[in-house]
């Protein structure tokens, strides 16, 4: 890694986790306003960032299935290593499902704009591409492990039923956004300027 990737590319992403942190501890905003604040983030910014950076991208010289493969296998794995270590961790159920969930969750947040600032714009088409199949499998794969180990009762109690894993899936901002920006990809869906930049300017406030 060249020190022009690591100041252009990572540093502006962590210093950006390092103010949003101070924001919240210094008391700047109420804490009531934090909660609007990330849903905003995550269902509008966000997406008006990922789906033209995919149905722009360049994808006629990327394979979906080994890029898809590595990433699944990669993911599979490390559960399999949660669940070889679970006996030896001595952990509570509810601490496991918060270590197991931290071995296979990733934070596109930071992976997109390194990965974009590592291997150029291109990368945002493989990018798609391994997100697109690490969401459902964690989502699927975190409900299942709360259902065994969660203790919550009640209404709070996790629906295992496939209905549910489903609907958590598709209600999923970043997961979709990854479907239209692909199919607008696939399709070769022509460009609407005025879009184009409502879609920039929703962009340019999620990532650094």
């Known amino acids: 890694m060249t020190p022009d990737i690591f100041i252009n590319g990572i540093m502006p992403v962590f210093l950006m986790i390092a103010l949003g942190y101070g924001l919240k501890k210094s008391g700047f905003l109420p804490l009531h306003v934090w909660n609007p604040i990330e ?16 149905w722009h991208a360049d994808l006629s010289g990327l394979s979906a299935g080994p890029v898809s493969i590595g990433v699944t296998a990669a993911m599979i794995l490390s559960a399999l290593l949660g669940f070889a ?7 509570s159920g509810p601490t496991f499902t918060s270590v197991f969930q931290g071995l296979i969750r990733f934070n596109s947040f930071v992976f997109l704009p390194i990965a974009t ?7 945002l088409g493989l990018a798609a591409i391994a997100m697109s199949a690490l969401i459902p499998l964690s989502n699927m794969a975190s409900i299942m492990v709360l259902a065994r180990w969660g203790e919550l009762e009640g209404d709070n ?25 692909l199919f607008l990809n696939a399709t070769h869906a ?8 409502d879609l920039k300017m929703l962009g340019d406030a999620a990532i650094p």
């Open 117 to 123: 600032a590592i291997f150029g714009n291109e990368a």
């Open 85 to 91: 270590l679970k006996p030896f961790l001595r952990l």
């Open 39 to 54: 849903r905003l983030a995550v269902y509008v910014f966000y997406p008006g960032f990922l789906i033209p950076a995919i």
């Open 190 to 197: 022509p460009s609407v300027p005025f879009i184009d930049k």
């Open 157 to 181: 109690q996790p629906d295992r039923s496939f209905k549910a894993i489903m609907l958590r899936l598709f209600t999923n901002p970043i997961f979709l956004s990854c479907l239209i920006g």
